[in-house]
């Protein structure tokens, strides 16, 4: 089999197709998750905490010395990602459970009941006219 065949077949599977529409649809979500944090979520929340933000606290563990830079331990950048990261995986789990919750309503929603066969319905007129009879 030649490489360009076998790369064709590698590339045209459909778990690859699957894949990549999961990636691309994924980063869309990361938008909107994005901006649902950025946007609609940490604007109340900053008015709640009072505009706290970490990323300002640092531990300078050595000074700077001609053209060598300062050693700074920059904690307030880790407590800050960490506080973001929480508020990402909330609004993510919030979302996931709205879908599922909506999930759930339509399965559960009575389905109606099949349409009999044309058969089955035809011999029931047959029936009723025999009836009035």
């Known amino acids: 089999m030649g490489f360009m065949k076998e790369f064709k077949d590698f590339a045209v599977k459909g778990n ?4 990549a529409v999961g990636i691309i649809i994924g980063a869309a979500f990361g938008k909107v998750i994005a901006s649902l944090v950025g946007d609609v979520l940490m604007p109340p929340l900053g008015l709640l905490v009072g505009s706290v ?11 700077a010395a001609g053209d060598q830079p300062a050693v700074i ?3 307030g950048a880790f407590i800050q990602t960490i506080f973001d990261f929480i508020i990402v995986a909330f609004a993510i789990f919030m979302m996931v459970k709205w879908i599922n919750k909506l999930k759930r309503q339509k399965e559960e929603a009575p389905a109606a009941p099949p349409a009999p066969p044309a058969q089955e319905v035809l011999l029931r007129e047959i029936r009723d006219i025999l009836k009035q009879r």
């Open 53 to 63: 933000n970490f990323t300002d606290l640092a531990l300078t563990l050595k000074e």
């Open 73 to 75: 331990l920059k904690y």
């Open 16 to 19: 690859m197709i699957d894949m």
